[in-house]
């Protein structure tokens, strides 16, 4: 059997460089930090995110030191709470620096037992894994940033593991790439506002809204962030409109 292949960090990545930017949560990786003026070209739709971002305020999307902790935390939140992965995380920061070389040097089985509170610990370990030794042989956060946004997205989806939300989301937050995620909550929120079937296929759903929404990379931030908002506290699978920020959908009342 062949000897493990050491890894090494990439020179100088700016994708381990730590953020400045501080919420009351903590540090986050995100080019909005106040509410876009605007957020879509249709009526409807720019009604509904002004009232969430009235409603909420700005989010700061993502929580994060680096840009690559958005590339793990994508990996992590995969089928789980966000509060499960913040256990997850620091559970990988008490044992080391959280860089692709220093993660893919934990072996499978201790990086394993580090993100138990993630869920799917073992499947996670091997995603994860497979996503830090991707990261290092394309060339790092200057590849994902800088490459045309088809080919390094249809790269980024031959990664075991990394599903069409997990790739936006490392597009969108960690690369600053104007690129919608589509999750569960967007498809409630725009099924229930009705804008669209909630069952359409992912690309369908993504390619309606990049013809919809202002092309600024911080409403493309802000608009995920406010659904995921919306849809953790309100728009849960036994709809709490009363409560809701945003206007109550018809039928729902």
Same mark, same amino acid.
């Given at each position: 059997?062949?000897?493990? /292949?050491?890894?090494?960090?990439?020179?100088?990545? !700016?994708?381990?460089?730590?953020?400045? @930017?501080?919420?009351?949560?903590?540090?986050y990786?995100?080019?909005?930090?106040?509410?876009?003026?605007? @957020?879509?070209?249709?009526?409807?739709?720019?009604?509904?995110?002004?009232?969430?971002a009235?409603? #909420?305020?700005? /989010?700061?999307?993502?929580?994060?030191?680096?840009? #690559? $902790?958005?590339?793990?935390?994508?990996?992590?939140? *995969?089928?789980?709470?966000? +509060?499960?992965? $913040?256990?997850?995380?620091?559970?990988?920061?008490?044992?080391?620096?959280?860089?692709?070389?220093?993660?893919?040097?934990?072996?499978?089985?201790?990086? +394993?037992?580090?993100?138990?509170?993630?869920?799917? #610990?073992?499947?996670?370990?091997?995603?994860?894994?497979?996503?830090?030794?991707?990261?290092?042989?394309?060339?790092?956060? /200057?590849?994902?940033?800088?490459?045309?946004? !088809?080919?390094?997205?249809? $790269?980024?989806?031959?990664?075991?593991?990394?599903?069409?939300?997990?790739?936006?989301?490392?597009?969108?937050?960690?690369?600053?790439?104007?690129?919608?995620?589509?999750? +569960?909550?967007?498809?409630?929120?725009?099924?229930?506002?009705? @804008?669209?079937?909630? $069952?359409?296929p992912?690309?369908?759903?993504?390619a309606?809204?990049?013809? /919809?929404?202002?092309?600024? *990379?911080?409403?493309?931030?802000e #608009?995920?962030?406010?659904?995921?908002?919306?849809?953790?506290?309100?728009?849960? !699978?036994?709809?709490?409109?009363?409560?809701?920020?945003?206007t109550?959908?018809?039928?729902?009342?």
């Open positions: 059997m062949p000897p493990a /292949r050491r890894w090494r960090d990439l020179a100088d990545d !700016p994708g381990l460089e730590r953020t400045p @930017f501080v919420s009351q949560r903590g540090p990786v995100g080019r909005c930090h106040a509410r876009p003026r605007r @957020f879509a070209r249709d009526a409807a739709l720019e009604r509904l995110l002004g009232e969430l009235d409603g #909420f305020g700005p /989010r700061r999307w993502w929580p994060a030191e680096t840009p #690559f $902790e958005v590339l793990v935390g994508a990996i992590l939140t *995969q089928n789980t709470a966000w +509060a499960n992965v $913040e256990r997850a995380l620091a559970s990988l920061k008490a044992r080391t620096r959280l860089t692709p070389a220093r993660l893919l040097a934990l072996g499978e089985e201790e990086l +394993a037992e580090r993100v138990r509170s993630s869920g799917y #610990f073992r499947v996670k370990a091997r995603k994860l894994r497979a996503l830090c030794a991707w990261y290092l042989e394309v060339g790092g956060l /200057r590849a994902l940033a800088e490459a045309p946004l !088809p080919k390094i997205r249809a $790269e980024l989806l031959d990664v075991w593991g990394v599903g069409p939300e997990t790739a936006d989301s490392i597009l969108c937050y960690g690369a600053g790439r104007r690129v919608a995620v589509v999750d +569960a909550y967007t498809r409630r929120v725009l099924s229930r506002h009705g @804008f669209l079937d909630a $069952e359409l992912y690309e369908e759903i993504r309606w809204l990049e013809e /919809r929404l202002i092309d600024s *990379q911080a409403v493309y931030e #608009f995920h962030a406010l659904t995921v908002r919306v849809g953790y506290d309100h728009c849960k !699978p036994t709809p709490r409109c009363a409560s809701c920020v945003a109550t959908p018809p039928g729902l009342e």
